[in-house]
């Protein structure tokens, strides 16, 4: 069979037949994540500015308040010693001190106006004890000092037998209270010949006096 003279044409010279080639799809471009802004960059670094202007803040508000505190407590601490100066000063006037002497030697003998006079010394050595209780309650000190300081201030105004009959009559007043808790154990444990023992103590022996007298002669 004879083929086409056209078809015969190809056949016999071999030629293939190009494929054509199937167009090339170019990758979807790959967007760049946006920069960011000075704006936002300046909003970072203003809200870091603000957090450690904060707890710079916090900082200096501890450190003020602990020196507050301080000097709170010295100022109290300073106010409690005068408070006992001037106690011990009324004492010291000639009149006074004769009622605190009669008050502690013969109980029995003291007036009316006397009576009032040393239970006025005896009310104010007990407004600085509660000066103490107020310290202790706004946390300036701790309950030991606030006990140590009544244990050794106590023996020397109601280590008598006039002072701790004076207590016995006014504690039911102070019951529930600071001054029944912290006090009163101690005052009923104190010695009521205490101020006694204590005056005739501070006496110099007639024969030390003597001795003193005589090496002064020597020199």
């Given amino acids: 069979m004879k083929l086409p003279k056209v078809l015969a044409r ?53 450190i003020e308040v602990r020196q507050n505190a301080a000097l709170t407590r010295a100022a109290m601490d300073q106010q409690k010693n005068d408070f006992l100066a001037q106690i011990e000063f009324n004492i010291a006037r000639p009149e006074m001190s004769a009622i605190w002497v009669k008050a502690i030697r013969t109980p029995e003998a003291l007036s009316d106006t006397e009576t009032q006079a040393v239970g006025s010394v005896l009310v104010a050595i007990m407004l600085q004890w509660d000066q103490m209780f107020m310290m202790r309650d706004a946390g300036l000190i701790s ?77």
Wanted: proline share 7%.
């Fill in 10 to 62: 190809f056949r016999s010279s071999g030629a293939a037949v190009e494929a054509v080639p199937e167009p090339e799809i170019a990758p979807a471009p790959v967007e760049a994540a946006p920069a960011r802004s000075r704006t936002e960059r300046l909003n970072q670094w203003l809200a870091l500015a603000a957090n450690l202007g904060v707890l710079l803040g916090l900082i200096v508000l501890i």
């Fill in 143 to 219: 309950d030991e000092r606030v006990r140590q300081h009544i244990a050794n201030t106590a023996p020397f105004y109601f280590g008598s037998r006039y002072a701790k009959h004076w207590w016995a009559l006014q504690a039911p007043g102070w019951e529930g209270t600071a001054m029944q808790r912290d006090a009163a154990p101690i005052i009923a444990a104190l010695d009521e010949d205490f101020l006694a023992g204590y005056m005739d103590a501070l006496k110099v022996p007639a024969e030390a006096a003597a001795d003193e007298t005589d090496e002064g002669a020597q020199e």
